[in-house]
């Protein structure tokens, strides 16, 4: 049973930095594509960044230069480091993981609300 649990949400001013984390058990990070997504009110879930199992990372251009996607393979975690966040980056942030190319797991979710 693969479980993803993301924490470190919350609210914080535009500017300022946010550091999410993604534990997972019944799988291993470092051997399958993992990544962050998110999902404002009202719109479609988009993905924010992938890590591979070599390293290799990708960002949606709006974050591009502020997000950082990392992967500790000792805490078996994926984490996201946010900076310079705008208004517009707020949403509800999921960890996912792909295993196998075609098995996707979701976590719960973790809000993440930037005020003006």
């Known amino acids: 049973q693969v479980q993803l649990v993301e924490s470190g949400g919350g609210l914080v001013q535009a500017g300022g930095s946010k550091r999410l984390s993604c534990a997972a058990s019944?799988?291993?990070?470092?051997?399958?594509?993992a990544g962050w997504y998110r999902q404002a009110p009202g719109k479609r879930r988009v993905l924010v960044a992938t890590?591979?199992?070599?390293?290799?990372?990708n960002y949606v251009d709006s974050v591009k230069g502020r997000f950082t996607i990392s992967r500790d393979n000792a805490k078996n975690t994926v984490n996201l480091q946010m900076n310079s966040l705008k208004v517009e980056d707020t949403a509800v942030y999921y960890c996912?993981?792909?295993?196998?190319?075609?098995?996707?797991?979701w976590g719960q979710g973790t809000q993440v609300t930037v005020s003006s």
């Open positions: 890590i591979n199992p070599g390293g290799s990372t």
């Open positions: 019944g799988t291993i990070f470092s051997a399958n594509v």
């Open positions: 996912n993981v792909v295993i196998g190319s075609s098995r996707f797991y």
